[in-house]
């Protein structure tokens, strides 16, 4: 979870290159989407809180995969 924390600071530090910032977000929706039982639960819950729309969506197709099951 604090390396989640980590990634999440960087994404909202508009100090930090927007390429950089992008590609934290573009790297989380990759495993999101192609490895999501590398989350626990409870990290997906946080991941689809954030502010970012790209991160949430990803982990809320998760969510709902979970729940389906």
């Given at each position: 979870?604090?390396?989640?924390?980590?990634?999440?600071?960087?994404?909202?530090?508009?100090?930090?290159?927007?390429?950089?910032?992008?590609?934290?977000?573009?790297?989380?929706?990759?495993?999101?989407?192609?490895?999501p039982g590398?989350?626990t639960?409870?990290?997906?819950?946080?991941?689809?809180?954030?502010?970012?729309?790209?991160?949430?969506?990803?982990?809320?197709?998760?969510?709902?995969?979970i729940?389906?099951?």
């Amino acid at each position: 979870m604090s390396t989640l924390e980590a990634l999440h600071a960087i994404v909202n530090d508009e100090a930090a290159p927007r390429i950089i910032r992008d590609h934290v977000v573009d790297s989380l929706q990759f495993a999101l989407r192609n490895y999501p039982g590398y989350f626990t639960t409870k990290e997906v819950q946080w991941l689809a809180q954030w502010d970012d729309t790209r991160i949430p969506i990803a982990a809320t197709k998760v969510l709902d995969e979970i729940k389906a099951v």
